[in-house]
């Protein structure tokens, strides 16, 4: 349905992006301490989509998703990934939504093989877009990205003493968000976060072991970035970094863009107890949404984040309109 009044001008553009990846090497790699075990769950819970929607008479939509089983190394990672769009006028105006995860398993090389198999190594990266862009006539549109992953592992001290062993890692994260004309937002949310659980207190220590990184920038009124880290791991359980972008287009002012990237290199030293396990939950989650119009736009689970901040923007949204006499 056409709804916009014939005030507001087009061209009108949302975009949308989010690239992350997580490596992390179990002590050190290779062949594990004696009496640690790690094991991985085999059954990960997943979820990745894409949709998209351009109310428009001659609109033309396609959908597909790709699946490729492997994920011995991070040369050969197991791929998943998915493709939305609707689009009018060859392409040149519509809706689109994608993402890409690789995932890869790496277990360790024993020199006496145990028959448990234990993982030493696991690395996880992805990116998702959504896009919305309309030049000629004006319909909602709107592209929306959703992925989650995770994976479980428990590790387990075999011996009659205490034994400490450590996990290293890489995060990375880039985000960006631009919306440029009247009635657009743009949103991308993501969360990479190891939970670790115990029957016992915990006993990790964390350490950095290169300079956090942190780089924002927002460029308008309504344009939101935010970036977070978690790393009281021993307290809370979580190590993870957390980020979104939003922004809002108005018919004043040009293109409002939210954008930056964080970077962190890090080393958890974990002691566990005679015969204690701990549990650690891998679990990533990134969401991109592109939309032109008003109106509710049903998001996916389990993107909360997500979720908070396209209230946020509708809420601002609906202030721009108020203020313009809309």
Known sequence: MLWFSASIAVPVNANSGVSFYHDIIIASGGQLPVGLESRDNPTDNSFFSASSDLQAPDAVDFNDTHILINGLGPETPSVFSA?????????????????????????????????????????????????????TELYDTQGVSDVFFERTFTFSNQNLSALTFGIQGDFEMDLFATADGQNSFANTFAQVDMFFSSQNPLDIVFADTSPYVNNQNEVGDNALFYLQRETDVANTGH??????????????????????????????????????????????????LAMIGEGAVKVPEPSSGLLMLFAFGLLVFRRQKQSLGG
């Open 83 to 135: 493709i939305s769009t609707d689009t009018r006028n060859a392409a040149t105006e519509g809706s689109f939504a994608s993402n890409n995860t690789q995932l890869y398993l790496v277990h360790e090389l024993e020199i006496v093989p145990d028959g448990t198999n234990d993982t030493s190594e696991e690395g996880i990266g992805g990116n998702g877009q959504a896009q919305a862009t309309l030049s």
């Open 239 to 288: 190590l993870s970094l957390t980020g979104s972008a939003s922004a809002i287009g108005t018919n004043i002012g040009g293109l409002t863009q939210a954008f930056g990237n964080s970077a962190m290199s890090y080393a958890l030293g974990i002691t566990l107890l005679p015969g204690e396990e701990i549990t650690m939950s891998h679990r990533v989650t990134y969401s991109n």
